[in-house]
């Protein structure tokens, strides 16, 4: 059975940092990007962040130069660092994983992360 199980999310004051991490079993993600999404309440759910297979990245406008994901393939693993976090950053954040054999091509939509975990509470107090 294939799983993406998130941990380190919590309660953080403003300007403070939390490290994520998804641990992926069940089969290795080779030509797969990895990444992470989040849903505020009352909003639709969105990109964060993804790490094609090769460790190319991508980013949400507003998360650039806070967060940071990297992704350790031989321990099946991706994280995201985020660092001086907002009031805003507040949501649910999940891990995903989606087939993506073009390494610098990485994918930007819900639909196309097709491995999905259920998600790490993340709130930042202001």
């Known amino acids: 059975q294939v799983r993406l199980v998130e941990s380190g999310g919590g309660l953080v004051q403003a300007g403070g940092s939390l490290r994520l991490s998804c641990a992926a079993s069940g089969r290795t993600f080779s030509n797969y990007a990895m990444g992470w999404f989040r849903q505020a309440p009352g909003k639709e759910r969105v990109f964060v962040a993804a790490a094609g297979w090769d460790g190319t990245t991508s980013y949400e406008d507003s998360v650039k130069g806070r967060f940071t994901v990297s992704r350790d393939n031989a321990k099946n693993t991706v994280y995201l660092q985020m660092n001086n976090l907002k009031p805003e950053d507040t949501a649910l954040y999940y891990c995903?994983?989606?087939?993506?054999?073009?390494?610098?091509?990485?994918?930007?939509?819900?639909?196309?992360?097709?491995?999905r975990g259920q998600g790490t509470q993340v709130t930042v107090s202001s």
């Open positions: 995903a994983a989606g087939f993506a054999p073009e390494s610098t091509v990485i994918p930007t939509t819900w639909g196309r992360f097709l491995v």
